[in-house]
């Protein structure tokens, strides 16, 4: 199992992944990148993805947490779901994950657009069975959505490792598209009296709220003031 920390890469890997039939786009070329420091940055912003897969002949798409460690994705499941007994020995899936960074506003219907980061991995996720990788994946994912919780928390006892499972994705079939800047209106419709432009959007935390059992003295963590 790779150790590589979050947002690293290993130094042996090569600076970009390699395009394949399932990752080379169709259309908005110029919008698609390999580039795998890109490719991290947008997983680690994020921590819910759409996990693709078929089940009894039919396309399920479920939204769950996830976690990397270097070159793999972490992704939550239950031991009774139907994708980890599926995972056994192995399923087939595509996992998406997007920012919407901005409402984009053309003078046309046609033209309005979002701008936006998105990745999109396929491949062959893996049941986790072995303990201590399993242990590393659990702290990958609590960390995933806040950073330095993992060593702030009880970890997960015999009862809860067995009712939890975690799902490999190995980021080998990986592809990043990207879209930015204003609108694109056509040069016709450039006179026409309608407002347009990017309305920013951005994500935001609210104060904290404790828990009402929370013993008096306890203060809110750095790591989640940070936020």
């Not at 396309?59 to 779901?81: C, D, K, M, W």
């Not at 409402?103 to 303990?131: E, K, M, P, Q, W």
């Not at 201590?132 to 994912?141: S, W």
């Amino acid at each position: 199992m790779s150790t590589t920390l979050p947002g690293t890469a290993p130094t042996d890997e090569p600076a970009a992944y390699e395009p394949t039939g399932r990752t080379a786009p169709s259309r908005s070329r110029d919008r698609v990148s390999y580039d795998r420091d890109l490719v991290h940055s947008i997983l680690d912003e994020a921590y819910v993805c759409h996990l693709g897969f078929v089940r009894g002949g039919a396309p399920v798409v479920l939204p769950t947490l996830f976690g990397r460690i270097g070159e793999r994705l972490y992704v939550h499941a239950s031991t009774g779901s139907g994708q980890a007994r599926a995972a056994d020995p192995g399923l087939e899936v595509c996992l998406t994950v997007t920012h919407v960074d901005g409402l984009v506003l053309a003078r046309s219907a046609f033209h309005h657009s979002l701008n936006f980061r998105s990745v999109v991995v396929h491949g062959t996720a893996h049941r986790v069975t072995d303990r201590d990788e399993l242990r590393e994946a659990l702290d990958a994912l609590v960390d995933q959505v806040v950073p330095g919780r993992s060593r702030d928390s009880r970890p997960a006892n015999a009862k809860e490792l067995a009712a939890t499972a975690v799902l490999r994705l190995d980021l080998a079939e990986v592809s990043a598209k990207v879209r930015t800047g204003g609108p694109n209106d056509d040069p016709e419709d450039l006179g026409l009296p309608y407002w347009t432009g990017v309305v920013p959007v951005t994500p935001a935390y609210g104060t904290p709220i404790p828990a009402e059992t929370l013993a008096p003295g306890i203060a809110v963590p750095e790591y989640v003031t940070a936020l």
